[in-house]
């Protein structure tokens, strides 16, 4: 038996010692036999760089957020600014619709006090913005070739000077934020393009605005009638609108990893919108200065009287409810309204019920007095502008709103009109958690006339 | 045939140096029977190395006598590597105490092996060889199918085969019990007695030493006759 | 000490190198972000992926997409080249990946407050670092991503005193480099694309990456949105990944298996030669009466404290080395597999605790061969030679073994398909060689010696002495059998390829010049008026019973005709003429072998111009080496221009032609010295490349015979005091130092010599495996075996020449002791 054992013993000993050599030269086959295989494949050479990242959420208290009106961009380089608002431009329809390339910054903004037929309100606002960046390559020649192009209207945009050398993009950003605010709810999405890439831009026959499938279309060159779709996300769902709220589908959507996200609520908007009034040219002529010194103006007009009817699609569900409101375009265009001194502002546009509109705007400057504008808008369209010595605007009080004290409530009183009303946000939690965040949602008018409207606060 | 002269030798130990062998003078002639008895550590088998040209005295000569010229003679203490060798394939037989023979050849090709080398082979010579140390019987068998006793003879054998003038024996009973002792060394002396080989064997045993003609005792460096 | 430490070094720097591979590769399947789980490709190479493509495609409302450019360049300071490899820049969309839910999701106001209350440390801070970095790729100051070590491999090159920027070949400023720890960036540099295409605006849209699940619906309308030049492949399905997946793991696993097996093999000779040494120390602490239980344990522990110092050691040495070896190891690996492979997360703790732990495993088994042979040492149990009987069981015994391999490796082989059931039988071969060899050496040395003349006594004597060293050194000389069968194997298999691949070639590359030029201008047009006759091979990439293959164009003249080599062919002797009426195509051997056809099956192939389906008869299968691709043949007429990409034209004419289409080469923007190549050349260039493809193939099969060479050496070592008294026993009768010492050797050689002719049979047999089933079941193509007596002759004599230098080193030592040192010490 022990003979057994040790035959066995030493069997396995060599044998092991056998297989551990065989195993060296083996593998070396392996080795070799697919070292030789030449495999001549193109495979992707791309990084999971950010699989590192984790979803998170977009913090507004980050540090880019506290510089003078938290955007991620630098505020206005003085070496690189570009065309300054000219009291003296006329702007003419449907020309100015178009993008102004020479200037810094321009939106196409709609907001709109909505109802469906049960009665229910809804807030929704949908904004394409134009960033020229500034810190995008451009030689000194083509930088003095668009700034010379100042008032070369007849440039359509394809023949506007492109940045040089990047085949990819132009020297714009475009940023596009799409909102809708039930009572209980939040829709909100946030895009970005790059210019030039073709999947964003200005289009001038006929008239589009788009980034991606959101689009702003019209049949001719003017800004309306026209059609606007757009789809956008639920972020928040409460009935209170202003509290926390559970972790549950948002958050572990918003971190996300294998979850499909894309079976999470979705809001598909269609509107019609159509001109019921006139344009209105803000400031003087549309030139609008938004501080004392006069350094920070735009060029600025509205819609005011726009008709609204569409359809929100719930996608996942199909449901489909039918609205029909008030809506207000904006259009403004400026490289002055973002230097160091800028806090942020406060804009009011509201709809009164008797069918006159009001814009006001209130800008908060570093070391400076805030300095409050408006328009006055008559039902037949005529205007009055309003400055500072025409209209106080004061916030009432300052409410919570998460970690922040946003003013909610305001008093507004022109003495020329017999205009005291107040102004109340019909939802505390009407923020935007954009990259660049601020507050936009409807309001409620009372007091001396009662109306709709919405408040924009930035900078807080 | 070899002459010692005033032969010395001295080790050194932990800084200590210690004369092992000190004036030796001995003359060994063809036929000769010459046995060196002694404590261990005296020193026998240092001087049977230096008869063997395995190693070199610090001073002294061992003078090899060519019988066709008897005034003259090579010291072998002065042989480069190669003389050592030639001189030990030709002229002196090994045996040792023990590790005498190739275990992985037969008896026989063990006996033959220095034969071979030196060219030497005679087979009636190698079988009066075998047949005097009583070892044909195992002539195809391994070394380690034999005895002590059989290994010595077969060594002692091996020793002769290529016909030296001289066989140095190095404790050839050592490792053997009593009864293969006597017969060993009888066979060894009466072997070499026969073929006319000087014999110079190493032994701490008295009843050994008695076997030969010449009886030396080696002391404190010196060798003195017995 | 100093084996463990090689050991622990060697293994930890495989074991680094291996991590960041695979870490790497792993995160390959991620690509740029998490969850990607689709990407768009071109199908055709000549209606690339394009900018309007991502933007019809975004405007068409697929948000998910984000689209991903590449190039690969050099980096410059001073207009001078600072880079050795060109490093790959990617550029990302960071405009799309900043909206996708997997990277960020807007969080309602009231919420964050909840979320600031509650921080979630472990993610905020790594999270909050890439989404800066990602802001500043989008917006701000052009910025570029890169790890650190890359960072400071750019950095070494720029002179410290002078201000110095890093740009491209035209001297244009390159981002801010911004250092990221990753362990998936290696070479790379990324950057958002608008950069990259301002950089490098020869960049190319690489892929769109989708972003996120898609519902079946989603799905479908991204397929009908899809033009007919792109492709929508799922991230796990992997066609090529499978594939390249496998044969990497193997690979990366054979060479950290390698290096640990060459490690225990060394270090069970060393722990072998320790314990040699000591063995007389030990044999008195028995004499004392200490058991032999303890001083096993005792010499246990001395190991076990050897190998933690020895890792410690290594594990430094091992990371400082695969730094070294990095860039080198990165491009071969790139180069072979297409890979990225990355710098890598170094846990020193992790891997001080793996190479501690192999090697500990390890030191600790190998340690168990030499204390057993040590036990009987200790226990003074004697030698006994084996009786008759247990001599006729062992040799039973390894017959029956020998049996038994070879069966079980004859039925895979005839049977089996998968890869590894193959490697398993080529290892079952060649154990089998290793049993025949032990069974067959005391009749094959017994052979070899009737052949020495009596004249060479000593030369007999060391014959029977290599029959009874052939006992005591079986595993040293399995192992030299076992390399020599490997290199044999091997070098006949490389060299049938090669000689195969330069038939094929010369036989192939039948025209005087070649161009390469993808795109305009048609080199065709160029050479019209010069009197070179001008072939184009226009190309179409086709899909086939779901896998990708090439449909190309073949010219039907006699002189084409002749330069086609055929594996095999249809008897038919119009098969030319079908060919060229369109009835029949020729296939190559990895069509024909990874669909499984034969000649005259009949297949369905879309038509080259018209792509209708239609049914063509295969007239024959080619020899195509290397290419990854089934391929089919078609004549050139079935082909159009304006719907084939061509690249590759074959020229015929005089020189003087030729120079008149250099010209015009020239004229038109093409470089006639990088893109016109002379066939003579390209086979040279060919040939190179191939050899230079097998420089690790021969590097390797050294390691293999110094492998075994060491372990040669190592026994002798530990057999030195056994034959002491042998060698011993022979200079005292007069054989000089030197003849012993050659003795010795041929003692050594001749067993190495037996083991060589044994290996011989068993090295074609297995190259013969290796070109026949491993390479057709691996890559579906194959070749012919051809057996050069020179070059297996030429083996012999570098094997025995690498085992007599590396054996010679403890002869000779042992050789230089005086004889008389020897004497005293066994007397």
Known sequence: MVKLIKFFTSLFTSLSSLLTVMLLVVIVFAVIVFASSGIDKTSSNIKALFSDVKSTALDTGDETSQQQFGRGFSASDPQNLGQIADPNYVITFPKDHYSHDSFDIEWWYLTANLQDDEGNDYGLQWTLFRFRNQNAKLNKSQQTKLKDNIDDSSLTLENRPKALGSDWSNEHIYMAHASVHSASKHWFSEKFARGNVGNAGVEQTPFKLFIDDWQWQSPTAGLLPSNLTFTTKLISNNASGNSAISNSAISNSAKGKGENSNTDSYLNVQLNLSNTGPFVLQGQGGYSIKSANGKHASHYYSAPFIAVEGTFTARDSGKQIAVNGNAWFDQEWTSQLFDQATLGWDWLSLHLDNGDKIMAFQMRLQDQADYITGTYINADGSTTALMPSDIKLNANKLTSVGNKKLPLYWQLKIKSKDIDISIKATKNDQWNPASIAYYEGTVAVSGTHSGKGFLELTGY | ?226 | MVSLIIAAAGLSAVLVINSSAKQSYSSEQQFLVANVTYTITSTSSKLKLSKQDYSALRVKGVNQLVAVAQTKQHVYVNKQRITQRRIDFTGIDTFSLITQPSFSNPVPLAEQQNATAQPDTGTSKASNEANQLIRQLSFNEPTAILHPQLLEILEESINANLSQQFTTQFGEPLAGLVAFESAVLGNDIIMDIAELYRLYPDAELSMLLVVGDLTRAQEDALRQFLPDNLKLTSANDGEQDSELTSSFHLNLMAMALLMFVVCLFIVVNAVNLLLNSRLTWLKICRQLGISRQQLFVVQLIEIVLLTLLASFIGVLLGIELAKLASPTVQATLENLYSVEVGFGEVSIIGLFIQVFGICLIGSVCATFIPLNKLNHQLAQTKDVPLSLTQQRFWNGAIWLSFGLFAGIAYIILNNAQALWLLLIATALVILSGCCLLLANYPSMLAFIQRFIPDRFPLLQLSSKQSLALSGKTKIACCAFFIAATSNIGMNLMVDSFRGATAGWLEQRLAADYYVYNSGEPNIAELAKNTGVNVSQRLENYISFQGKEMQQFSYPTDEFNQQAMVFYEQSENKNLWRQFEQGKGVLVNQQFAFGFKYQVNDVIELPHPSTSELSSYKILGIVYDFGNPYAQVLMPFDMFELSKSKCCIYALQGAESKIDLLRENMLAAGVNPDTQLLKTEDLLALSMQAFDNTFIITDGLNVVTLLVAALSLACAIIVLMNDIRPQNMLIRSMGVSALKTQLLALFQYLLLCFVALIFATPFGILLSWILIVDINYQAFSWTYPLIINPLKILQIYATSLLVVAIVIAIPIVRAGKRPLIEDIRWLN
């Open chain 2, 1 to 226: 045939m070899l002459a010692l002269k005033n032969l010395k030798k001295s080790y050194t130990d932990a800084g200590e140096q210690h004369t092992i062998l000190n004036n030796i003078n001995l003359t060994i002639n063809a036929g000769d029977s010459i046995s060196i008895q002694g404590a261990s550590g005296s020193g026998k088998s240092t001087l049977l190395h230096l008869l063997a040209a395995l190693d070199k005295p610090d001073s002294g000569e061992i003078l090899l006598n060519n019988s066709q010229q008897p005034n003259q003679g090579n010291d072998i203490t002065q042989f480069t590597e190669k003389e050592a060798d030639a001189y030990r394939q030709f002229r002196v037989g090994l045996i040792f105490q023990k590790f005498n023979l190739i275990d992985c050849i037969t008896v026989m090709e063990n006996v033959m092996l220095p034969a071979k080398i030196t060219g030497k082979v005679q087979g009636e010579y190698i079988q009066e060889l075998l047949d005097a140390l009583d070892i044909h019987r195992h002539i195809n068998k391994l070394p380690s199918q034999l005895s002590g006793g059989e290994q010595q003879r077969v060594a002692i054998a091996r020793g002769l085969s290529h016909q030296p003038p001289l066989l140095l024996a190095d404790e050839p009973t050592g490792n053997l019990d009593s009864k293969n002792s006597d017969l060993v060394s009888h066979l060894l002396v009466t072997t070499c007695k026969k073929l006319n080989t000087a014999l110079v064997m190493v032994t701490h045993s008295q009843k050994v030493a008695l076997l030969t003609q010449q009886q030396w005792y080696l002391d404190d460096g010196r060798l003195t006759q017995i």
